[in-house]
């Protein structure tokens, strides 16, 4: 076998993306408050970019009128003696002093005076502090306990086992290693008992039954209210309590289902979830990124973006002229022309991406018209190859336009994608989209009667009268489940 090299010449085609074509999809892909904190990333690494401040006619005419004054006072005499050769050096001389001192001097900023507030400590002021922590509310009270020292071991291994609900998900048997002799068994079950007189009640429960009963009892030695009644219903019968197996719970307890709805009344109150009323989820802000508005007068809608927040950026003007002063070192220059093209790519995609943004936001207005109008059940099946077209972009530009972005309108603020869905058309050959649909079925089963719940084999002959035929009893089952509503046993009302 012979091994040599060879060379050789095809052609073929391939397709590049440039580096500012890479950054405008990215920064199209931007939600409002992802796009502010890109900015401000940019702003702290570019030093040719800048935030454009607003304009104030009273302060131009001020600086103007001091300006005309101090020429005014100033007034610049040449000597005639002679040929004015001297007079004329010492200008040059001045022209050239005054390059040095702005070469010095750097480029010009606004002057920040000292009554006007920090944008950075106000914000720092107004942020809240971080929340506390189950676990670390647990163990400030775990502290104050008095108990055996291998007890108060045992609690804090209990203690950092707990989940953000406040259960206890492992059995006591596999917190316990006998290799190690900090704490046994008996310790850990001591412990355990201890944990749950903790606050928030019901921490440290095994499993829904035990959560229950310890925050009854806590009501109990309270003397709150007397629920032996409901300790026994839940000891005894948690099980067909969760099945809706009332009359066959009222025929073991030997009382009335009336006796057993007001307990159940009463239970209701009681929390599920003990541990995220310390360690809540947050909920991150949604802002919107276009208002869609109605006009009185035309009856149109009006479509804005919402960016009133966002910077306007400009590429500061000293370090423009000196990236073309020959001066200059070519370093530096190289420096400048770099970051210049870098802050020019990025206004240039922010500006494409309101553009784009504001496109795609109108013609979803045009097609969904009935929806702003009317509401969630006339809402229409809308692919976005139609929108895509429509608008002249590409399929997936439509995709990153919409991606995370949100709209203000008349019924809320709803994401941007929710208006893209499909459906299926009904008796009268209109468009239905698979939201509009589970908004219908929603209907049906608020105004059904509890007492003898709708099965969905009857919902889908509702949903047939009011015009959408040939849906399947499974996907009538399947939209209810993403609605999260429960079977009709479950909702029967006794």
């Known amino acids: 076998m012979k091994l040599e090299m060879s060379t050789q010449m095809r052609m073929e085609q391939r397709m590049k993306l440039a580096p500012h074509m890479i950054q405008s999809m990215e920064i199209l892909q931007l939600p409002i408050l992802a796009l502010q904190e890109r900015i401000e990333q940019e702003l702290n690494s570019n030093p040719v970019l800048e935030i454009e401040e607003p304009s104030n006619p009273e302060d131009t005419e001020s600086v103007e009128e001091q300006a005309e004054d101090d020429i005014a006072e100033k007034d610049l005499v ?94 006591l048997e596999q917190l316990h290693n006998k290799d190690r002799g900090d704490f046994t068994i008996d310790d850990l079950k001591e412990a355990l008992e201890l944990v749950q007189r903790l606050e928030p009640a019901g921490v440290g429960a095994r499993d829904l039954r035990e959560c229950l009963l310890i925050q009854i009892a806590r009501n109990s030695e309270e003397g709150t209210t007397d629920m032996s009644f409901e300790s026994r219903l839940i000891a005894e019968h948690m099980d067909e309590l969760l099945e809706n197996r009332l009359p066959d719970i009222a025929k073991k307890m030997n009382c009335s289902i009336d006796a057993i709805n007001q307990s159940i009344e009463r239970m209701s109150k009681l929390d599920t979830s003990p541990g995220l009323q310390i360690s809540q989820d947050r909920n991150h802000p949604i802002t919107p990124d ?95 190859s139609k929108v895509a077209d429509d608008v ?17 309108c008349s019924w809320g603020i709803l994401p941007l994608r929710k208006f893209f869905c499909g459906g299926m058309k009904d008796v009268n050959g209109e468009g239905r989209s698979w939201e509009a649909i589970r908004a ?55």
């Open 78 to 171: 040449v000597d005639t003696d002679n040929n004015k050769a001297e007079d004329f050096e010492r200008l040059d001389s001045l022209g050239d002093g005054f390059k040095d001192y702005m070469n010095e001097a750097g480029p010009f900023r606004t002057r920040v005076y000292s009554d006007e507030p920090d944008k950075k400590l106000e914000a720092i002021k107004n942020t809240a502090a971080p929340p506390q922590s189950l676990h670390e509310h647990l163990t400030e009270q775990w502290r104050l306990v008095e108990a055996e020292k291998p007890v108060k071991k045992a609690g804090n291994m209990i203690i950092d086992y707990l989940d953000d609900k406040g259960y206890l998900t492992v059995r």
């Open 290 to 384: 276009v208002i869609v508005e109605s006009s009185d007068n035309s009856g149109e809608y009006l479509v804005r973006l919402a960016d009133s927040d966002l910077p306007r950026l400009r590429v500061n003007d000293y370090y423009a002229k000196m990236a073309k002063d020959g001066e200059v070192s070519e370093k530096t220059r190289k420096f400048l022309r770099n970051n210049l093209r870098s802050a020019r790519w990025i206004m240039d995609a922010i500006e494409q991406r309101k553009n784009t943004l504001l496109k795609v936001t109108k013609a979803v207005v045009r097609y969904q018209r009935d929806f702003f109008e009317n509401g969630q059940l006339h809402l229409h099946p809308l692919p976005m």
């Open 440 to 494: 219908e079925l929603q209907q049906i089963i608020d105004a059904e009667d509890k007492t003898k719940p709708l099965s969905d084999d009857r919902i889908r002959k509702k949903l047939a009268e009011a015009g959408i035929k040939n849906l399947a009893r499974r996907t009538v089952a399947k939209y209810r489940k993403l609605l999260n509503i429960p079977a009709a046993r479950f909702r029967r009302k006794y």
């Open 392 to 408: 002249g972009v590409h399929l997936a530009t439509v995709s990153r336009a919409v991606s995370g972005k949100y709209v203000q």
